[in-house]
């Protein structure tokens, strides 16, 4: 069975520019996460959907930040406009239910903000 | 709060040995979940073991095994006979009851590291 899906894997862009990344969740799965991981701050959650309804969005750092999930195997987390500070591995992760079951973690992709 | 602690920021063992990596956490919730998750030097984060706060019941998978007690708030993981393998980033990481709707918490991490 495939895992978790992300897209790109590196990106390296410029200050000041649109930056999208892409997660296609573990099929069947209801429940979808977005982690960035940095040495500063380790693993914190952004924001998480469920039955692609965004259901808590306050780790979003602030209004740069967008995540969408318009359908039950898609979901983007857009960035607008970068900074270097956004330099991070994002991570996407997928469950089955909402509380307390397991997640289970795409790739990454890794963010270098010039 | 909800608060996951891995005091252990480096550990360094020469293969064959055994160790311990220590996990504490803190939530008011009496229903909550515990996991470890593995960061191998390719980045990936890799599932370990999930654990429920009503079972306590010590759990032993080929040459991992997890020590839950409630009483003192802990959740370690001890690998036995370590293999160059294992060397890797280890979390530990709580999700509270219904009421957090699953987000993770993860502690700070611990950086593990066999040597041959």
């Known amino acids: 069975d495939a895992g978790v899906i992300q897209s790109p894997r590196h990106e390296v862009t410029e200050m000041g520019q649109e930056v999208t990344l892409r997660c296609k969740p573990i099929s069947g799965h209801n429940s979808l996460f977005w982690y960035r991981q940095t040495m500063m701050r380790g693993l914190e959650l952004l924001i998480y959907f469920n039955n692609n309804v965004p259901i808590d969005d306050s780790g979003m750092p602030e209004d740069r930040f967008s995540a969408k999930m318009p359908n039950a195997s898609f979901s983007t987390l857009k960035i607008q406009p970068s900074e270097p500070r956004d330099s991070a591995v994002y991570f996407c992760?997928?469950?089955?239910?909402?509380?307390?079951?397991?997640?289970?973690f795409g790739p990454g992709t890794r963010l270098t903000v010039l | 709060a909800q608060k996951v602690t891995q005091a252990q920021t480096e550990i360094s063992v020469v293969e064959k040995e055994d160790v311990t990596l220590d996990c504490v956490y803190e939530?008011?919730?009496?229903?909550?979940?515990l996991f470890w998750y593995k960061q191998p030097p390719s980045g990936e984060l890799v599932f370990l073991i999930r654990r429920n706060s009503f079972d306590e019941q010590n759990e032993i998978s080929g040459r991992y095994s997890w020590n839950f007690q409630k009483s003192t708030s802990s959740f370690n993981f001890t690998i036995t006979a370590s293999q160059v393998v294992d060397s890797a980033v280890y979390f530990c990481a709580l999700s509270e009851g219904q009421g957090q709707g699953g987000k993770l918490i993860f502690g700070q991490g611990t950086e593990l590291s066999v040597k041959p």
């Open positions: 939530t008011r919730d009496t229903t909550y979940y």
């Open positions: 992760a997928s469950s089955l239910a909402w509380a307390g079951d397991t997640q289970y």
